[in-house]
Each structure stands twice: as C-alpha cells, then as structure tokens.
T-cell receptor
C-alpha cells in the first residue's frame, strides 16, 4: 500500500508570493491533516479535512487555507508569503471509523518551504 | 485550547540504560495520547499510544503510563539501543477534536554506544 505522498518536496519562494502544496493520503483514508514543523515552534496543527469539509482549524492566519477533493486528496495554500512561513509542512492521513475517533496519523515526508 | 509541555528537551543515555520522557497536558477532556518518533530527515511515526481508560501500555521495550488526575503521561524506553536515537514527540487529543493533535515540543534522545 502506498504511503502518504506530498508534492513538491522542496520549494523556494520569495516574500509576497503564494504557494500550493499537495497531499495524497493512503488509499481508503478519508481524514487529512496538515501540520507545520519548525525548529522553534515544533509541530503545530494547521487544519483537518474529512469528507471534503474542514473539521478543525489551528491558530494560523487566514493566509493559510486548504481544501479536500472527493478522492480525499488535499491541498493547502499559503498566500502573501512571509519569511516566518519557512518550515516543513507535513500532511497526515488517518483511517476514520467515525467523526470523533482519534487514531494513528500516517505522515508524509513533507514539503520543505523556504521563503527568501 | 490544549497545551502540552514536554521534558526534557534533550536526553543523552548510555546504550542499555533506560530513558524516560514526561509530558503534561492542560485539557482534562483529552483522552488520546500518542507518541511519535522522528528520525533525522524522516517523517514522524507512531510508536505507541494510550487512551484515557487505560493507565499503562507496553510494547516490547517501550511503555507509556498515564495519570489522568495529575494530567501527565510518560514514555519509558528500556535497554536503549543506538537506533533509538531520534526526536520523540508526545501529543494529546480530545474526543471532539477529530484528528487534531497538540504536540509537545519534542525530546532529542541520543543513545551513546
């Protein structure tokens, strides 16, 4: 079974630009979450999508957005990039049996964004 | 919202010794507590988890204990090996939080041969 796939793996942008990151979850997983990982702030939750609906949102500004498609693939977008947005963005999928279960997250290898 | 504190931030042990990492959480409604291991340059992977209806769980050399009253949980690694060297993250989640995990700051474990 293929794991969680994220593209692109590395990208460099300049301040003010926007970026779109993509995530393909494990087949059959309907929940997709996004996390930002930085050396200073650790792993911080961005948002979670389930059945094409945003179910949870972390404490990030509105410049960070996401969506999920009917095949469970997800994208996240960051607009008007700032230097502080440089980070590893991790996508994780989960096999859900209900709407309130929390279970194992399977992480992708991440997309490393550098903002110059 | 939930807040998870993790200690220590770094831990150096001799091969064969035990390692203990402790976490505290703030939200008494949290009921799921996983531990993830992240090796250098790799993705985080679940190594063990515990739910609030259980006080202790063990899997070979790894064990996790949970004290709901004190709102803290700990990871115990016995007979450490060089391949245990990694960053370990604890996390917490509530019943209504879906797959939203609040992570601790991480513990960098170095096992010296």
């Amino acid at each position: 079974k293929a794991g969680v796939t994220q593209t692109p793996r590395y990208l460099i942008k300049t301040r003010g630009q926007q970026v779109t990151l993509s995530c393909s979850p494990i087949s059959g997983h309907r929940s997709v979450s996004w996390y930002q990982q930085t050396p200073g702030q650790g792993l911080q939750f961005l948002f979670e999508y389930f059945s094409e609906t945003q179910r949870n949102k972390g404490n990030f500004p509105g410049r960070f957005s996401g969506r999920q498609f009917s095949n469970s693939r997800s994208e996240m977008n960051v607009s008007t990039l700032e230097l502080g947005d440089s980070a590893l963005y991790l996508c994780a999928s989960s096999r859900m049996t209900g709407t309130t279960n929390t279970g194992e997250l399977f992480f992708g290898e991440g997309s490393r964004l550098t903002v110059l | 919202g939930e807040n998870v504190e993790q200690h220590p931030s770094t831990l150096s042990v001799q091969e064969g010794d035990s390692a203990v990492i402790k976490c505290t959480y703030s939200d008494s409604a949290s009921n799921y507590f996983p531990w993830y291991k992240q090796e250098l340059g790799k993705r985080p992977q679940l190594i063990i988890d515990i739910r609030s209806n259980v006080g202790e769980k063990k899997d070979q050399r790894i064990a996790v204990t949970l004290n709901k009253t004190a709102k803290h949980f700990s990871l115990h690694i016995t007979e450490t090996q060089p391949e245990d060297s990694a960053v370990y993250f604890c996390a917490a989640s509530g019943a209504a939080a879906g797959n939203k995990l609040t992570f601790g700051g991480g513990t960098r474990v170095l096992v010296k041969p």
